[in-house]
T-cell receptor, first 115, second 111 residues
Framework: NAGVTQTPKFRVLKTGQSMTLLCAQD?????MYWYRQDPGMGLRLIHY???????AKGEVPDGYNVSRLKKQNFLLGLESAAPSQTSVYFC??????????????FGAGSRLTVL | DQQVKQNSPSLSVQEGRISILNCDYT??????FLWYKKYPAEGPTFLIS?????DKNEDGRFTVFLNKSAKHLSLHIVPSQPGDSAVYFC??????????FGKGTKLTVNP
């Protein structure tokens, strides 16, 4: 059982380049999330989705776009990468309600460096 | 504005002693508070939680205490083990859809 899988694990970009991070989950979770982790800043929510075809903004959405075309996949896009987007990105998923909604399952992270 | 604060970036304790990690919050309208644990190069994993209607929840070596009057949450680890060395995040749900994390406290348990 894979859980939450993120690809790629590492990527180096030049300023202005674009890229997409892919998150796939096999737990039939309704909710999916993208967080970024920066030193001293903890985990900050970028965007999230409460179901196939839906997306919503989190705390730090600027510079990112997302899509949830299939229930199991949640894509995070950077249209024009900036050095401030150098970070470790985590995808997570959960059930929609009840206590299970509190227990997010996270992927192993994607480390992105923008030069 | 930070709704949940972990004021200690790091904590170092000796193996076998108690580790106490703290978290302060501002908004009282939460159903659950949670603690997540994160090892380097891995994603965070759920550790323990507490309902807002309780003041204590215990799971093995881990106990979470909630002081609603002080708006304070703490995680006790007894006895601490070297394998507990990790970053610990407190978290809460401001609404049904999102989970918001604190900045984390790095715990180091020395053998």
């Amino acid at each position: 059982n894979a859980g939450v899988t993120q690809t790629p694990k590492f990527r180096v970009l030049k300023t202005g380049q674009s890229m997409t991070l892919l998150c796939a989950q096999d737990m039939n979770h309704e909710y999916m999330y993208w967080y970024r982790q920066d030193p001293g800043m903890g985990l900050r929510l970028i965007h999230y989705s409460v179901g196939e075809g839906t997306t919503a903004k989190g705390e730090v959405p600027d510079g990112y776009n997302v899509s949830r075309l299939k229930k199991q996949n949640f894509l995070l896009g950077l249209e024009s990468a900036a050095p401030s987007q150098t970070s470790v990105y985590f995808c997570a998923s959960s059930y929609p309600r009840g206590f299970g909604a509190n227990v997010l399952t996270f992927g192993a992270g994607s480390r992105l460096t923008v030069l | 504005d930070q709704q949940v604060k972990q004021n200690s970036p790091s904590l170092s304790v000796q193996e076998g002693r108690i580790s106490i990690l703290n978290c302060d919050y501002t908004n009282s309208m939460f159903d659950y508070f949670l603690w997540y644990k994160k090892y380097p190069a891995e994603g965070p994993t759920f550790l323990i939680s507490i309902s807002s209607i309780k003041d204590k929840n215990e799971d093995g070596r881990f106990t979470v205490f909630l002081n609603k009057s002080a708006k304070h949450l703490s995680l006790h680890i007894v006895p601490s083990q070297p394998g507990d060395s990790a970053v610990y995040f407190c978290a809460f749900k401001p609404d049904e859809e999102k989970l918001v994390f604190g900045k984390g406290t790095k715990l180091t348990v020395n053998p």
